[in-house]
């Protein structure tokens, strides 16, 4: 663990609000996203409204949908990338 350097925050985004994010900018709306993963779309509305946990299995199947890896969804605004090439 000494090779490691804890990450930086760039911004303060929540689970919830990068889920939105992401799929806003793919132009796709909640009934969209839910057919995609077979989420319901009243659970899509929770998990972005962070009435819900998004959980590991919902991160991993929303993360498909939306053509990115589950870390960007369950750590918002960390520099993944940077911080565990240092």
Request: aromatic share 4%; glycine share 4%.
């Amino acid at each position: 663990m000494k090779n490691y350097r804890k990450a930086k925050k760039l911004a303060d985004v929540s689970v919830g609000e990068s889920v939105r994010i992401l799929r806003e900018l793919q132009e796709m709306s909640q009934n969209e996203l839910s057919e995609l993963t077979g989420i319901p779309q009243s659970t899509i509305s929770a998990i972005e409204n962070d009435r819900v946990n998004l959980g590991v299995e919902r991160a991993k199947i929303l993360a498909r949908a939306l053509k990115c890896h589950p870390a960007v969804l369950v750590f918002p605004g960390w520099d993944i990338e940077q911080e565990s090439a240092a």
